[in-house]
């Protein structure tokens, strides 16, 4: 794997992630491949043992606060998470070709060749940028910077406003993904 330095040590504890796509190309400007990470948020959410505390999906990586139920180990989950979403995007990037798709799917094509991880094409970078949330101070610390993202990156300018964050769930509403509440 890389040499990431932030793993995720024990199963059961609650972390920070980052999943992010290889050389942080800017691939979830469509909302095509916002939705296909949603659906498979909850589909770890509803058989996998995911917990999703907040989440963002910005245009080029995932943040997420999650942990994996009792019986479950968040490594896993997420492994095959990644798996999942990296060929469902590169399909959906191959059956919808926009200006952008041949040169996607070269990139991921060369990553795959290049890193040899992946069969024919590697989306998402190897590490996860892990980071135990253990004290609940670190975690407001994280659930404020995921919902602040959007706004920082002036995509919008109240958090509750970007529709896929966890900010919507924390204001009374309900989001895309099913959140569980810190």
Same mark, same amino acid.
């Given at each position: /794997? %890389?040499?990431?330095?932030?793993? #995720? !040590?024990?199963?059961? =504890?609650? @972390?920070? *992630?980052?999943?992010?796509?290889?050389?942080?190309?800017?691939?979830?400007?469509?909302?095509?491949?916002?939705?296909?990470?949603?659906?498979?948020?909850?589909?770890?959410?509803?058989?996998?043992?995911?917990?999703?505390?907040?989440?963002?999906? /910005? %245009?080029?990586?995932?943040?997420? #606060? !999650?942990?994996?139920? =009792?019986? @479950?180990? *968040?490594?896993?989950?997420?492994?095959?998470?990644?798996?999942?979403?990296?060929?469902?995007?590169?399909?959906?990037?191959?059956?919808?070709?926009?200006?952008?798709?041949?040169?996607?799917?070269?990139?991921?094509?060369?990553?795959?060749?290049?890193?040899?991880?992946?069969?024919?094409?590697?989306?998402?970078?190897?590490?996860?940028?892990?980071?135990?949330?253990?004290?609940?101070?670190?975690?407001?610390?994280?659930?404020?910077?995921?919902?602040?993202?959007?706004?920082?990156?002036?995509?919008?300018?109240?958090?509750?406003?970007?529709?896929?964050?966890?900010?919507?769930?924390?204001?009374?509403?309900?989001?895309?993904?099913?959140?569980?509440?810190?």
């Amino acid at each position: /794997m %890389s040499g990431d330095r932030y793993k #995720i !040590a024990d199963q059961e =504890e609650v @972390y920070f *992630l980052t999943l992010t796509v290889i050389y942080w190309m800017d691939v979830f400007t469509k909302k095509d491949y916002k939705i296909i990470v949603v659906d498979a948020l909850n589909y770890c959410i509803e058989n996998k043992g995911l917990e999703v505390f907040a989440y963002v999906i /910005m %245009s080029n990586h995932l943040h997420m #606060i !999650a942990r994996a139920k =009792e019986g @479950y180990k *968040l490594s896993e989950i997420i492994r095959d998470f990644k798996k999942f979403t990296s060929k469902a995007i590169v399909k959906r990037v191959i059956e919808l070709p926009d200006s952008r798709s041949e040169w996607l799917v070269n990139k991921f094509a060369f990553e795959a060749r290049r890193t040899k991880r992946a069969r024919d094409y590697k989306f998402w970078r190897d590490d996860n940028h892990a980071i135990c949330l253990a004290r609940r101070e670190l975690i407001t610390q994280k659930l404020n910077y995921i919902h602040q993202n959007p706004v920082k990156q002036m995509i919008v300018s109240n958090p509750v406003d970007y529709l896929f964050s966890s900010a919507i769930d924390y204001a009374d509403g309900k989001g895309f993904v099913k959140i569980s509440h810190i």
